[in-house]
C-alpha cells in the first residue's frame, strides 16, 4: 500500500490557480502535451519562470500511489532547483 506523506511538501509554496492563469497568459503558453497532461510555461511576478503541468485524471482514480509519486516528483524538482 502507498501512503502519501503530507510532511514531504509543508514548505513548498502554494500558489492559487489565479496568480497561476495569469503567470501562464490565461494557460496560452502550451510547451507540451501527453494523452493525460498538459504543460504549460509562465513567468511569476518578479520574473521566476515555471512550468506548470495540468493532469486529466478523474479524481476517482487519483490513488495513493499517484499522489506520492507527485509528491516525489515535486520534491525532487525542488531540490534540483536549490542546488543549481
Known amino acids: ?5 503530507p510532511e514531504m511538501l509543508k514548505n513548498v509554496r502554494r ?17 507540451g502535451s501527453s494523452p493525460d497532461s498538459v504543460v504549460y510555461k509562465g513567468t511569476m511576478k518578479g520574473g521566476p519562470e515555471i512550468a506548470v503541468i ?6 476517482e ?11 516525489r516528483e515535486v520534491n525532487g524538482n525542488i531540490s534540483m532547483l536549490t542546488v543549481q
Request: with cysteine; aromatic share 18%; proline share 0%.
Open 1 to 5: 500500500m502507498w501512503i502519501a506523506d
Open 15 to 31: 500558489y492559487s490557480r489565479q496568480e497561476l492563469e495569469e503567470a501562464c497568459e490565461d494557460f496560452s503558453n502550451i510547451i
Open 61 to 71: 482514480h487519483w490513488t495513493g500511489y499517484l499522489e506520492l509519486y507527485f509528491q
Open 54 to 59: 495540468s493532469l486529466c485524471i478523474k479524481e
